[in-house]
Every structure is written in C-alpha cells, then in structure tokens.
C-alpha cells in the first residue's frame, strides 16, 4: 500500500477492487475451464430448463397445458405401475446388496483365498446392464432347454414326481382325444368302455400319439396276449394302420403296442386291484384274487401317464406374486407384484454386489481393529462383534452404498429395456423407460415425457444431496 502525503496527513491509497484482484490472478485458470463451463451448460443446465418448459407444454409444444402431464402422471393406470415399480426396485433392492455385500465383505477378509474370491464376485462388475440382461433373460427362459432355473426345477420335480410316458403338453392332443377303441376319457385318464373278468383279455386303441414319441419308447408291433386264468390280459396300442387309415379296433401288422404305459384294474367301487405295466408290445397281466374271478372290472390307463414335466414359473411373465384378482384396473396397478420384478432384481444384484462389497470391504479394513480384538479379548462371541461393534462402526459406509443404490435404481432403465420380453415389457416399465417410451417409442412426445422426466429429477435430488453430504463427512 503506497502513502500519499499531503503535508497535513499520511492518507492510505484504497486497494484494487476484489472482482478485478480475482480475475487476474485467476485470468488463465478461468480460461482453461470456460470450454467446459460452458459445454456444461450446454448439456446440463439447458436441458434442466427447457425440459420443465415442455413438462407444460402439449406433446407438441406449441401450446400451454399447465399441469395436464402432471396430473396425467398420478391418473393414469400404465403410468402408475411405473411408480410401484419404482417403489419396489427402491424398498428391495438398496437393502438387498447392502446387506450382501456386508456379508461378503465380511467372508472376504476370512477365508484364505480372498483374493479369487473378490475377483470371481467384482467381474459381474466390468459387464454392460445390457449383456447382463440378455444372459438372464437366457437364464430365465420359460422353456427348461433354454433356461437354467427352470431346467434345475423340472429335474427335481421329475424326482420328487416322475412324468408319464405320453405327456400331453408336447403333442398338445388333450387326453379326452385319445380313445379310438375300447376306451373313453375319466378322471383325466381313460377306461375300458366294457367291463372284464378274470381270464378275458381286452383290446385297448389310442390316436394321437407320436411317431417319435414310440420311437424313444422303443415299440413294437402290438400283439395281443392270450388269455390267462386268474389275470385279465390285453393290449394297449396306437390304433392307427398306415395301410388301413379308416380301419379302427382291428390289429393290422404296421401298428405298434404302446409300451411303458401305467394301467390298473379297477372295481365297480372304485378301489384299485392291481397294477401293471405294459411291455415293449403294449401287453399287460392283471393278476385277479381268486375269491374275487367272479367280479367285473374296469381297465384303467391312468393319468399319470399324461402328465408332463413341470416346466416352472415363466419368470419374464406378467404374473404377480400377490393377489389381485377383482381389483380395478388402478388398484391392479398400484398393488401387483410382478415376478418379473423379482428376476430383475436378481439380475442386478449379480452385477452390484461386488461394487457393494469392495465400498464396504474398504470400510472394514479401516476400522480400528484394538477395539475388535478388546471385544473378543472380553468374551464377546464373533456374531456379536459383528452386530454389535462393526456393523455400528461401519454405518456411514453401509449409509453411503444404501443411498448410491437408491439413485441407481430410481433411474434404472437399461436393464428392463433388454430383459423384459415385448409382453411383459409394460409390467415391468418404470420411470426412466416409460419416459424413454412417452418420448421417443412411435414419434416424438415431448410433453408427458418431459413432465415424467421432472419428476425423476425431483425423486432423484433429496437422495443426492443427502450422499453427497455423507461423502464429505
């Protein structure tokens, strides 16, 4: 500061002005990020304020509609499934990898081989949302030779219940088709139209049966067995002569016997007597009590010969895991749980559990370990150093990744877009996609999806703020 005297006082000269100071000390660092400043606000800022500007305008933005979109939003059946869906992403999955990736941080720092462990968990990590939709909507196909979950459920139903030979559900002929000769349909099986007697034997044709399904099955010509005293014996087989098309109870030689086939003798009372099961021919044998030759019967080819393989759950489907049946369509909406939701979530935990586990991982390996190992030193058992020393220590990590998961999945968009079959795509859709769909799927529609994408934004805030407050303490 320079002194000006002026022979009766020493007057101080006034120093520069600050803005002017500022922008010449600060002139080339200024210069370096006005580019950026400004392609910032080019891609940030203006999209903010011209997309409320449409929020209230028509689809066409030519015209005001004030909070028409808006209202639309909180009215409309489509569009409110999108916030329950939201609102389950949000409830589920947050807490869901959260408390998986504790768990495995926690199993990373106990086990020896740590570090492959880490490797094998983090990888789902480096995939695109994109390729891992489509490698689970591949696990999660409908069909067991496509899809793993239904394949791993069809194997241990066929051993807990083991199908029938001649399942339906792959020819798609009910069973009330498939009597041509000597049977009609009951119960969901077939029985001999005639009644028999020990040491008679029966003629039982069938149609609709594949050609590939015997050639698996191994049949042979159908031949019917002699009678047998103390037995009723017969013969069940594919009633069907290329030679003799029209020809129908007869046994040309070009018909097969239909083998592996579950049949039983049934009583005027409905109670079983015996059972059998045919050969490679279509021949069964009966045994008859003797006190009981004088009685008539019936013959049954039972149901469970009909039944197919469950297939499981179609997982990608519409179907909701609670129940909604006589609900409007709005309660329908805001109620139902897809399944497909579930399979989703599934998804996306296989690829954000490691990211949970390495932040959390991180937290643990900065904790005071004196104060672990004086817990212990106390008696105090693993799982309640872990309830109630770590888990209370690491808090703000777990807060942090709780939040961040939260505004992922807020805007989780990608993942739906792809795993989502075209059917089950709108019972699945949430926020981002139905303004992805409002605004872009058919033409341009600036004005709901706009208001959707406001909203969005405003959901999206109070969740950021509050993480990124958190990361600075």
Known sequence: MTAIDTGAATFAAPPPKRTRRFLRDHLSSLAFLAPGGLWLLFIVIYPVFATARYSVMN?????????????????????????????IWVIVFPFTVTVLGLILAVLAERIRWSTAFKAIIVMPVVFSATTSALVFRTIFDISPHVGVVNAVIQTVSDWLSSPGAYPTSTTGVPVSQLPASGLKASGGG???????????????????????????????????????????????????????????????????????????????????????????????????????????????????????????????????????????????ALFSVPLINMAMILAYLWMWAGFSMIIIGAGLSSLNSEVLEAARTEGAREFTVFRRITVPMLAPVLVVVFVTMVINVLKVFDIILNMAPGSSQ????????????????????????????????????????????????
């Open 59 to 87: 689809e066409s933005a030519t015209r005001f509609v004030g909070l028409s979109n808006y209202k639309a939003i909180f009215s409309t059946a489509a569009i409110l499934s999108t916030l329950r869906n939201n609102a």
């Open 190 to 332: 077939l029985v001999s139209i005639d009644t028999v007697r020990s040491g008679e034997s029966v003629r039982l044709g069938m149609i609709g049966i594949s050609p590939q399904t015997l050639i698996l099955l191994k049949a042979q010509p159908a031949v019917q067995p002699a009678a047998k005293p103390g037995a009723v014996t017969g013969v069940v087989w594919r009633d069907f002569s290329p030679s003799h098309p029209t020809a129908r109870a007869k046994i040309f030689p070009d018909e097969l016997g239909l083998p592996r086939l579950q049949v039983s003798l049934v009583s005027a009372s409905g109670s079983t007597v015996s059972t059998a099961t045919t050969n490679a021919h279509g021949q069964f044998s009966l045994p008859v009590s003797a006190g009981s030759a004088s009685r008539s019967y019936h013959v049954s080819v039972d149901a469970s010969n009909f039944q197919g393989s469950s297939t499981g759950p179609f997982w990608l489907g519409t179907s909701s895991l609670t129940p909604t049946s006589g609900l409007s369509a709005t309660a329908q």
């Open 426 to 473: 709108a019972a699945a859709s949430t926020l981002a996609l139905q303004m992805y769909n409002e605004g872009f799927s058919g033409g341009i529609h600036s004005g709901l999806s706009s208001a959707l994408a406001i909203v969005l934004f405003i959901l999206v805030i109070p969740a950021m703020l509050f993480n990124l407050r958190r990361l600075k303490q």
